[in-house]
């Protein structure tokens, strides 16, 4: 099984901070990541999250808001 290293990253004072690096294919621990951040964020109210490729470009795969859960990236 290959695996896709990503990285979540938090957004809470203007600035992202990588949280945490995890497989993206592997689906228990996406879904465990990916549900933290939903009940911290919704904790804070503030902060953002986002999903970003655990590379040198670290390009944006998804992206998190109170308003919107967790959604796939589109460029603004």
Do not use: C, E, Y
């Amino acid at each position: 099984m290959s695996t896709k290293p990503v990285t979540l990253q938090v957004n809470n004072s203007g600035a992202w901070k990588s949280v945490i690096r995890f497989d993206a294919n592997d689906d228990m621990k996406s879904t465990q990541v990916l549900d933290a951040a939903d009940t911290l964020g919704r904790v804070d109210g503030r902060s953002k999250f986002r999903v970003v490729m655990d590379n040198g470009l670290q390009a944006v795969l998804m992206h998190w808001s109170a308003k919107d859960g967790w959604k796939p990236w589109r460029k603004p």
